[in-house]
């Protein structure tokens, strides 16, 4: 919602739901802006398995499961990734930890310019 409302005030204009010409693109990206063939996840840093982030830590107990489990996004994500570069989209990841108030701004003005860029 910040991402959003943010990139809306710089003129960025973006579609939700992470489709494109009706077509569902892989991974569903948080915003897709087709002028720039550019799309955004807002990754969340637990569920997604953000390396060496303190906010991705396994929870004391069923540590296999959560593992196995976060792994499996981290690997289902990636061949998104991959998918969404083959079909010619630029592929750019905002996390969690990035957007905590300190972060925020900077992460954000780094963001449109990426995008603008591309
Ligand atoms: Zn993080």
Known sequence: MIVRRFLHAQGLRFRLHGKYRGKKLPGKPDLVFPKYRTVV???GCFW????HCRYYRLPKTRRAYWKKKIEGNRHRDAQNYVRLVEEGWNVLLVWGCELAAAKREKTLN???????KI
Do not use: D, S, T, W
Not at 48 to 51: A, P, S, V
Not at 110 to 116: E, G, P, S, V, Y
């Open 110 to 116: 780094a963001l449109a310019l990426r995008i603008l």
């Open 41 to 43: 996840f807002v990754n």
């Open 48 to 51: 997604h398995g953000h390396q």
